[in-house]
């Protein structure tokens, strides 16, 4: 059995992993908010993923 | 340690993903496919067939859905459902879209995760993924909902998208704080369950109660949309997001388990 202590995990070896958050932001970022700025597509990408955007609650349109 | 969380978080978020995406086709595109039929009538309706110059291949219901003809960036502003994309299209870019929410999703979860591990809330992996999952649905997705709920196509004014995005990211950061808020409270109040847990739920419910309070609201809703869809469209909108959920903190959880169980890695 494991203690509380072997469990938490050292801010150390996290900290670089931290680096993924904005890559994933951002894949977050063009499913769901883009209108084309950003992902250089026009409407396509919108359009692609537009039932996804409704059906996950966020603004579309 | 991280790496393999992460890896886990991803790859089960993107299946997760998938599982939210078979409940919101089998439930949800029926709902949409509603909506848009509105949209197409009342658009119809309002400017005559003559509103789009570039587009007299407008009635593609009756055609093949696979005209999306290669428009695309050419159209800037508005967009018109299915003249881009067809809708058969729309509907494969529907998994597309929650497995890549599932792989964004999962990947920041399992990090979260591995801060939080040992330090806040259960000590055991499948509790503390359960934990989290939950509330974490409750707080970015719940509460953004209860004020901007979510709307079917047809339903919302195309100019206003950029201040109801806003508002709606500011009440997902409502809802992250307020958990920070309960979080810090519940540790901080002293005597049994029976005092922290009301100050908790009280930490929480407060400042979002206050938000939606002070945040304008947001009635697009035109005149004649049928009420009934509005309200099933709104519950399987919510009901995509606690299949994902529930799937992805069930899944997380499972394997922590197993992995604890198989002879430790180095
Ligand atoms: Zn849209």
Not at chain 2, 44 to 54: L, S
């Given at each position: 059995?494991?203690?509380?202590?072997?469990?938490?995990i050292p801010l150390s070896h996290l900290v670089p992993w931290l680096l993924a958050v904005p890559a994933l932001l951002l894949l977050g970022y063009l499913v769901l908010m883009d209108n084309g700025a950003v992902s250089q597509t026009g409407g396509y990408l919108h359009e692609l993923m537009h039932d996804g955007r409704h059906l996950l609650g966020v603004p579309c349109h | 340690m991280v790496r393999t969380l992460l890896?886990?978080?991803?790859?089960?978020?993107l299946l997760a993903g998938l599982v939210a995406g078979v409940f919101a086709f089998a439930v949800g595109e029926p709902r949409i496919d509603d909506a848009i039929a509105l949209e197409k009538a009342a658009a119809v309706h309002e400017h005559g067939a003559a509103a789009e110059p570039g587009s007299a291949t407008h009635g593609h219901e009756t055609g093949t859905p696979e005209q999306r003809?290669?428009?695309?960036?050419k159209e800037s502003g508005t967009h018109e459902h299915g003249d881009e994309v067809g809708r058969g299209t729309q509907k494969a870019g529907l998994f597309l879209a929650t497995g890549l929410y599932g792989l964004?999703?999962?990947g920041v979860f399992s990090l979260a995760f591995a801060g939080l591990r040992g330090r806040v809330g259960p000590r055991s992996d499948a509790a503390l993924a359960l934990a989290t999952a939950g509330t974490a649905f409750a707080a970015v997705i719940v509460v953004p909902f209860l004020k901007y709920p979510a709307n079917p196509p047809a339903v919302g004014d195309p100019e206003t998208i950029n201040t109801r995005t806003l508002l709606y990211l500011a009440m997902i950061g409502v809802g992250l704080l307020s958990t920070a808020i309960a979080v810090t409270t519940v540790r901080g109040v002293r005597g049994g369950p029976w005092a922290r847990w009301p100050a908790a739920v009280l930490a929480f419910v407060v400042p979002v109660a206050v938000a939606s309070l002070l945040l304008p609201a947001v009635d697009e809703v035109p005149d004649?949309?049928?009420a009934t869809l509005l309200w099933q469209f709104r519950i399987t909108s919510l009901g995509t997001q606690l299949v994902f959920w529930a799937s992805f903190g069930t899944l997380f959880g499972w394997f922590c388990d197993r992995?604890?169980?198989?002879?430790?890695?180095?």
């Amino acid at each position: 059995m494991s203690t509380l202590s072997a469990r938490h995990i050292p801010l150390s070896h996290l900290v670089p992993w931290l680096l993924a958050v904005p890559a994933l932001l951002l894949l977050g970022y063009l499913v769901l908010m883009d209108n084309g700025a950003v992902s250089q597509t026009g409407g396509y990408l919108h359009e692609l993923m537009h039932d996804g955007r409704h059906l996950l609650g966020v603004p579309c349109h | 340690m991280v790496r393999t969380l992460l890896v886990r978080g991803l790859l089960l978020g993107l299946l997760a993903g998938l599982v939210a995406g078979v409940f919101a086709f089998a439930v949800g595109e029926p709902r949409i496919d509603d909506a848009i039929a509105l949209e197409k009538a009342a658009a119809v309706h309002e400017h005559g067939a003559a509103a789009e110059p570039g587009s007299a291949t407008h009635g593609h219901e009756t055609g093949t859905p696979e005209q999306r003809a290669g428009t695309h960036g050419k159209e800037s502003g508005t967009h018109e459902h299915g003249d881009e994309v067809g809708r058969g299209t729309q509907k494969a870019g529907l998994f597309l879209a929650t497995g890549l929410y599932g792989l964004a999703v999962g990947g920041v979860f399992s990090l979260a995760f591995a801060g939080l591990r040992g330090r806040v809330g259960p000590r055991s992996d499948a509790a503390l993924a359960l934990a989290t999952a939950g509330t974490a649905f409750a707080a970015v997705i719940v509460v953004p909902f209860l004020k901007y709920p979510a709307n079917p196509p047809a339903v919302g004014d195309p100019e206003t998208i950029n201040t109801r995005t806003l508002l709606y990211l500011a009440m997902i950061g409502v809802g992250l704080l307020s958990t920070a808020i309960a979080v810090t409270t519940v540790r901080g109040v002293r005597g049994g369950p029976w005092a922290r847990w009301p100050a908790a739920v009280l930490a929480f419910v407060v400042p979002v109660a206050v938000a939606s309070l002070l945040l304008p609201a947001v009635d697009e809703v035109p005149d004649g949309f049928p009420a009934t869809l509005l309200w099933q469209f709104r519950i399987t909108s919510l009901g995509t997001q606690l299949v994902f959920w529930a799937s992805f903190g069930t899944l997380f959880g499972w394997f922590c388990d197993r992995a604890a169980r198989a002879p430790a890695p180095a």
